[in-house]
């Protein structure tokens, strides 16, 4: 067979494979289903219609907790019934995919229960969820429903919604639920949440207010929810392929856990992505869905267009400004801005959850090239969770410092998006050019969790620390050599940093610098990576060693042999092997020299198999 016929007979493999796990994943409206989720829906909206609204006066008091933490002022409206109650979505466009068996839900704010100035302090986000409060009180009345619970979207914990489950169960559509998510159409003037605006009136500087552009767009992105859930619609369900492509992307990022997060990616930036793509013309409908996902994940790992941010072409939209776009990029790390160019809805993706994205969609287009069957079971069916993804993961058990939100919970940014950020700087300073990623992630909105109290309870989640190293040589490095003494600013910023940890010593070519000096034995380096995070966090946070646990040397014991480290058996070895290499490359009668010479035994990896002490047969 000729490498045409071998190409032709791997893309018709892909082909077929792709079809039968969409045939799997995709959840199927059948009638059973559809009738399902009609009569949820029904039964969700008779039960907000027998809220009566003739003097229903919603206060704080309904949930004090939150209003108190997420900071808001002058809260107490008259409750109104929703203007529009409609299922948006990845079900409206028939692309929802297992195991996420959820159909969402968009109640639109009745404009009633706002005054035109409630963009400011957080009191939008607290009618937000007093109205949700009320819902929920009366869908729990309803025996239609199994349970309703708390949830948030995308981790952000001042934009509650409501998860419903119904009480009448399918084995096609196990686990189904339905989410209902606030929108706030035409609720405030635009121009009032433009991204150089404060309407957080506590976030200042020396008195000075400061911008608040994450508070802004997040009131703005339910502003817009609806416009573009609809436009997302029209997009997609052009042709087939383009939600085969969609649901594909769904799969590959979900089994890729350390990106399918709420500072990277989701269904829905997804949905508008390959909405922008189509826009530019670099899909068509001639295009197979494993086509499209090769586009868009060429586009995602290689495009200079994210330099200056992904915008709309205008058609019949507003164009946005060149000074626009700069205060987009000086505003957030990643810019997909709407159709509208009023919102960017990757607002929550930070730098490094973009280089990671970039990097596996780099590693997935490899796959695609050089696997002999089109790398299928390594894209879609191969899980890549924390363990499998990083060299190194470390867990930062933080319930009850309120060192996390001693300056409040939320102001521009929430205080554990805040954090998160922290614990990044610092060990990025602290790591250098010993690692090549660095994640931070905290998922810190369980299910099941009572927000009406507080938002302290999301303490109670660990930050997740992800670690891939740039090499081992880098990574085990005994020092690390700091700024010259010379420079007198820079040397007081790296003892600062280091403390005691930091000293001045002279290197061989005479320079004389700052240095932090980790002395290990040759078996133990691969711990030097937690004494340096170890040291950063305790000295920069207030932490105990109690509080970070790192999964690193967990099953170092059985490397022992006895009480002595499994090198030591190896330093003959290693000195035999040195001797002979030294010999080989000074041989000058051959007619090619030798350059370097290589082991390849496990004893030189230290993986080889030790005797027992305890049986002569070595068994």
């Known amino acids: 067979m000729d490498a045409a016929s071998t190409t032709a007979a791997i893309v018709d493999s892909m082909d077929y494979k792709v079809k039968e796990l969409l045939k ?7 009638p059973a289903v559809t009738k399902l989720v009609n009569d949820t829906v029904s039964a969700i909206k008779k039960s907000i219609k027998k809220i ?9 008091e309904l949930a004090p907790g939150f209003v108190r933490d997420i900071g808001a002022d002058k809260v107490e409206f008259k409750f109104k019934k929703p203007n529009s109650i409609k299922i948006g979505g990845s079900y409206s466009i028939n692309c929802a995919v297992k195991p996420d068996m959820n159909v969402d839900l968009f109640v639109r704010l009745p404009k009633e229960c706002f005054h035109e100035k409630d963009y400011l302090n957080h009191r939008y986000h607290a009618k937000r969820f007093l109205y949700l409060c ?10 239609k429903f199994d349970k309703v619970e708390w949830s948030v979207l995308q981790n952000e914990a001042r934009k509650p919604l409501l998860v419903v489950y ?14 209902i998510i606030p929108t706030a159409t035409s609720l405030f003037n635009i121009s009032k949440l433009n991204l150089k605006r404060n309407n957080v009136r506590a976030f200042n500087q020396g008195g000075v207010p400061q911008a608040t552009p994450k508070y802004n767009t997040s009131i703005l992105e339910d502003m817009l929810l609806e416009d573009n859930a609809e436009f997302v619609k029209k997009t997609l369900c052009r042709w ?12 590959w990022a979900r089994q890729r856990s350390s990106i399918y997060a709420h500072d990277c990616l989701n269904g829905y930036l997804v949905s508008i992505l390959l909405s922008y793509l189509v826009s530019l013309d670099k ?5 197979k869905a494993v086509q499209i996902l090769r586009i868009a994940l060429d586009f995602i790992a290689t495009s200079k267009l994210w330099n200056r941010g992904l915008y709309f072409p205008p058609q019949g939209q507003r164009k946005v400004s060149k000074e626009e776009m700069t205060h987009y990029k000086e505003s ?7 159709p509208s160019t009023q919102v960017n809805l990757a607002f929550r993706m930070t730098s490094a959850g973009f280089l990671e994205l970039q990097d596996e969609a780099a590693s997935t287009l490899k796959c695609l090239e050089k696997c002999t069957d089109g790398g299928f079971e390594e894209i879609f069916l191969t899980k890549i969770d924390y363990p499998a993804k990083y060299d190194y993961c470390a867990r930062l058990n933080l319930n009850g410092h309120t060192e996390v939100h001693s300056s409040g919970f939320c102001l521009d940014d929430e205080c554990w998006r805040l954090y998160e950020q922290k614990v990044h700087s610092l060990l990025c ?14 998922r810190n909105t369980p299910s099941e969790c009572n927000i009406e109290n507080g938002l302290s309870i999301l303490d109670r989640e660990p930050l997740l620390v992800g670690i891939s190293v740039s090499s081992l040589e880098k990574a085990f490095s005994l020092v690390d050599i700091g700024p010259n003494a010379e420079n007198k600013e820079e040397s007081l910023r790296f003892r600062k940093f280091w403390g005691e940890k930091a000293e001045l010593r002279r290197f061989k070519d005479g320079t004389i610098a700052e240095s932090t000096v980790w002395e290990s034995e040759q078996w133990e380096r691969h711990l030097i990576l937690k004494r340096i995070i170890e040291h950063v966090l305790l000295r920069h946070l207030s932490l105990s060693r109690g509080n970070i646990v790192q999964i690193v040397d967990q099953l170092d014991f059985s490397l022992l042999h006895g009480t002595k480290d499994p090198v030591s058996f190896s330093g003959n070895l290693l000195e035999a092997f040195e001797g002979l290499s030294k010999r080989l490359r000074l041989i000058e009668d051959i007619p090619l020299k030798i350059s370097s010479v290589q082991a390849l035994n496990s004893a030189f990896r230290f993986t080889v198999r030790l005797p027992s002490r305890t049986s002569s047969t070595g068994f």
Do not use: Y
Request: hydrophobic share 45%.
């Open 166 to 179: 119904p009480a009448v169960k399918l084995v096609e559509a196990p686990g189904l639920f339905v989410r």
């Open 332 to 338: 957030f790390p990643v810019v997909l801005c709407d």
């Open 429 to 442: 300073q602290g790591l250098g050019d010993r690692v090549k990623f660095i994640r931070i992630t905290w």
């Open 134 to 143: 009320v819902i929920k009180k009366h869908l729990e009345s309803s025996r």
């Open 24 to 30: 799997e994943v995709h959840i199927d409206q059948t």
């Open 52 to 60: 009566s609204d003739d003097d229903l006066q919603v206060t704080s």
């Open 283 to 287: 899909i068509n409908n001639s295009m």
């Open 240 to 251: 087939k392929e383009l939600g085969e492509a969609l649901m594909l992307l769904k799969i």
